[in-house]
């Protein structure tokens, strides 16, 4: 059996009985179908890359935020998928242009923390992720400039995001509305703990 698929992962065991959640809760993805637990750690540890299928950013323009809005609600990070081979940067560079229009300075990017997801169900024959647990990667990260300028309308080049818009750590605090674990980083982005 592949490690992360079937069984824990046993670096990722490791990892875990020295770095439990800062806060965790149970969520439903796939319109209810698809039951995990998903808790946020706020440390930099190494965590297995084989195990890391996303990667998500807090996008700092001056002093306000990139705030995201898609048919589920509102949240603070765009991001998605890391492919083949991409580094955590090269996933951020691409998926937050990609959902916003902003580009984002390399050089600036760096690691919050991570999120650790669980299925709570019974492994499908043919998972589409790493089973029973898979993680995302979150950073924060500045932009560098937004194609068409910061006010210019931006079509999600997937589709996943309506519209983005930049408000402050604590508009983005008061107004997320469909990632509970948001407001961890939210939080640590605000209260300095975290900045590069």
């Not at 706020?42 to 297995?48: K, W």
């Not at 924060?140 to 983005?164: I, N």
């Not at 640590?188 to 975290?194: F, M, N, S």
Request: hydrophobic share 35%; with cysteine.
């Amino acid at each position: 059996m592949r490690p992360g698929f079937g069984g824990r992962h046993p670096e990722l065991a490791r990892l875990l009985e020295v770095d439990a959640p800062v806060e965790s809760h149970e969520v439903a993805w796939a319109g209810g179908r698809l039951p995990l637990r998903v808790g946020a750690h706020t440390s930099d540890a190494e965590v297995p890359l084989e195990l890391v299928t996303s990667v998500r950013c807090i996008v700092e323009v001056g002093d306000s935020i990139v705030f995201c809005e898609n048919s589920d609600g509102s949240h603070p990070w765009p991001g998605g998928r890391r492919q083949a081979a991409e580094s955590y940067t090269d996933t951020v560079v691409r998926e937050v242009h990609e959902e916003t229009g902003w580009w984002i300075d390399r050089a600036s990017v760096r690691r919050m923390g991570w999120l650790h997801l669980t299925h709570l169900l019974p492994q499908p024959p043919d998972p589409a992720t790493p089973y029973p647990d898979f993680l995302q990667i979150v950073c924060r990260a500045k932009a560098s400039g937004r194609e068409g300028g910061p006010e210019a309308a931006w079509v999600d080049t997937e589709g996943y995001e309506l519209s983005s818009r930049l408000v402050t750590v604590e508009e983005a605090l008061r107004q997320t509305s469909t990632d509970l674990l948001a407001p961890v980083f939210l939080r640590v982005l605000r209260d300095g703990t975290g900045r590069p």
